[in-house]
């Protein structure tokens, strides 16, 4: 995944560094055109896989972790070089983390967050279990158009970063088995417990985005940790996935 990541971030790196070489001026007179109704990812939805880099030796990560965030953004072009530009916005992002027997004890009283495993051949358990956190974000990207006028039509590329405060943290589990493997309440049964004293409850991410039109594969990965400081081990959270914009 670091293998990956390394390259989507490096092929966007050539890509900003050539728009930055290009000279526009000679080409068209970018003064007598408007720009500042163009359509260029003011909306974006993004959906796909999540991880954590750093979990924890106890947990027991299961099935397809997923993310799904949405952003409105305003987009400002450069008056030299109306390739490029900068996006900056207002949304909403959320990551849901599947395990299997594991139970994370939020509401614990102690110092650090327990992530037990839990032996299905011995105590009652879930079927399905996830950790979601959900955070008010503030991107940022410096973006590159191949086609200034019409960018949802040609190549497109982003880097940046996101500003995010915690919202809401909670872990639900759903259809809850005896030690048999037998269901106990029944296979819609859902309990939800909620408490974000252990998450970190602001967080700073880098991002990239590479597509054409109006999608685009991006990539996320958290600097700062999802834990608080002395609560647990350091884990930084990634994403990869695909975003759909427009207006």
Do not use: C
């Amino acid at each position: 995944m670091k293998k990956l990541s390394l390259g989507f971030v490096f092929v966007l790196a050539i890509v900003m560094v050539k728009a930055q070489g290009t000279d526009t001026t000679g080409k068209k007179n970018w003064k007598k055109i408007d720009l500042s109704n163009r359509a260029n990812d003011h909306f974006m939805i993004q959906y796909g896989a999540d991880g954590w880099g750093g979990m924890p030796d106890s947990a027991n990560p299961s099935g397809f972790s997923r993310h799904f965030n949405f952003y409105f953004m305003l987009d400002k072009p450069f008056k030299t070089n109306p390739h490029m530009s900068i996006g900056y916005g207002l949304g909403i992002g959320s990551s849901n983390i599947f395990f299997k027997n594991t139970y994370i004890n939020l509401k614990s009283g102690t110092s650090t967050l327990p992530f037990v495993n839990v032996s299905t051949s011995s105590v009652n358990h879930y079927k399905k279990y996830k950790l979601t956190t959900m955070f008010v974000e503030l991107p940022l990207e410096l973006r590159y158009a191949a086609d200034p006028v019409t960018p949802d039509r040609g190549l497109k590329a982003s880097i940046g970063v996101k500003l995010g405060y915690l919202i809401n943290a909670y872990t639900k589990g759903k259809d809850a088995l005896d030690a048999a493997g037998n269901t106990i309440y029944g296979p819609t049964y859902k309990e939800k417990e909620y408490d974000t004293r252990f998450i970190n409850h602001t967080r700073v991410a880098a991002t990239a985005r590479l597509g054409i039109g109006n999608v685009s594969i991006d990539f996320s990965y958290q600097l700062t940790n999802l834990l608080k400081v002395n609560t647990g081990p350091v884990i930084n959270p990634y994403s990869f996935g695909i975003t759909l914009s427009g207006l």
